[in-house]
């Protein structure tokens, strides 16, 4: 039977890589049924609000997600989809690919980010007029569950180095249960990783990557860290990612809605093919994984390249070398 994929392009130039991650994806000899579910800033103009019920539902009974991208409407999709498929995990992949100039070609790191709580917890208020508050959520489950994620996925994909991100000196309440909780996993698991300060770490990621593998973030962190890594191999266009859950998954680029170049057929397509390629690994498929991901690198190597990347092709011409490649 044919594997449910709830496609929701988003916003901006979600509208433009998801149909050609849907392209890549229908070359190969997958069982894919793709439904389309709307969410974002125009739908909460046409509709009053930006995620519909039925897109969650959607996203909540397929079989995996594909997603593009937010804008301003971003926590009220991205999260709501990502609690949606009980995402725990963001996995950030950030490599420098032969082919394209990056500023540090040594990088191979891998973000995982907690995805529930921290300061995405949603918890913000006006408590008088110009002074607003903030509630910063960290559990000690949450911080377990992304500790036992980023060990095992280090242990399994081969990575050596784990570092833990956390501003302890500052949060000593909040990142100090974070480390806490990190701790007790590590140490039941006879894992080894060292401890960084998040802002400290960030100049050391610039300076010298090679030294790191996974660095296991708080949720904010988590998104500020990857999009430097991101920086550092030739920009957010490269980067995919998956939020994970027990059984349920969502795939989207790292990147947003990029309303600068939204609408122009430029939009880079490699992150979004990427996250295909993600998904694909999610549900079994390997084989059509490794495909992917060789077509997209093989064209990021020798093939047309869009503007971010120096080069000058549409996101189409792009799409069409991936598929040719496959
Ligand atoms: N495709 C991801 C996206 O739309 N990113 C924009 C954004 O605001 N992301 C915040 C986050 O990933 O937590």
């Given at each position: 039977m044919a594997e449910t994929i709830a496609v929701i392009p988003g916003d901006g130039i979600g509208q433009e890589v998801i149909p050609a991650a849907i392209d890549v994806l229908e070359t190969l000899d997958v069982d894919f049924e793709f439904v389309e579910g709307e969410a974002g800033d125009d739908v909460l103009d046409s509709r009053?609000?930006?995620?519909?019920e039925a897109t969650y539902e959607l996203a909540a009974g397929a079989d995996a997600t594909l997603f593009g991208a937010a804008g301003e409407t971003a926590a009220d999709v991205i999260l709501p989809l990502r609690e949606a498929v009980g995402s725990f995990a963001n996995i950030r992949p950030a490599r420098a690919y032969p082919g394209v100039d990056s500023l540090q070609p040594e990088t191979d790191l891998v973000f995982v980010r907690e995805n529930t709580?921290?300061?995405?917890?949603?918890?913000?208020?006006?408590?008088?007029?110009?002074v607003t508050t903030l509630t910063r959520v960290i559990t000690d489950e949450a911080s377990r569950k992304i500790a036992e994620y980023g060990f095992e996925y280090a242990e399994a994909n081969g990575y050596d180095d784990v570092t833990v991100a956390h501003k302890a000196n500052v949060m000593r309440t909040t990142d100090g249960q974070f480390l806490e909780s990190v701790e007790s996993v590590a140490e039941a698991g006879g894992h080894g990783y060292d401890e960084a300060l998040m802002d400290a770490l960030a100049m050391h990621l610039l300076l010298r990557?090679?030294?790191?593998?996974v660095v296991i973030c708080p949720n904010l962190a988590g998104d500020v860290l990857s999009d430097l890594a991101a920086g550092l191999v030739g920009?957010?266009?490269?980067l995919p990612s998956a939020n994970v859950g027990e059984d349920n998954a969502l795939f989207e680029p790292?990147?947003?809605?990029?309303?600068?170049?939204?609408?122009?057929?430029?939009?880079?397509?490699a992150a979004t093919v990427f996250s295909a390629a993600m998904l694909l690994e999610h549900l079994g498929y390997g084989g059509a994984a490794d495909r992917v991901r060789g077509a997209v690198e093989a064209v990021l190597e020798g093939g047309p390249r869009t503007p971010d990347l120096g080069g000058e092709a549409s996101t189409d011409e792009v799409t069409a070398a991936i598929v040719d490649r496959l």
């Open positions: 009053g609000e930006a995620l519909p709580e921290g300061v995405y917890s949603g918890i913000e208020h006006e408590i008088a007029d110009g990557p090679e030294e790191y593998g920009g957010l266009g490269l790292v990147h947003g809605s990029a309303p600068d170049i939204a609408g122009e057929g430029i939009a880079n397509p």
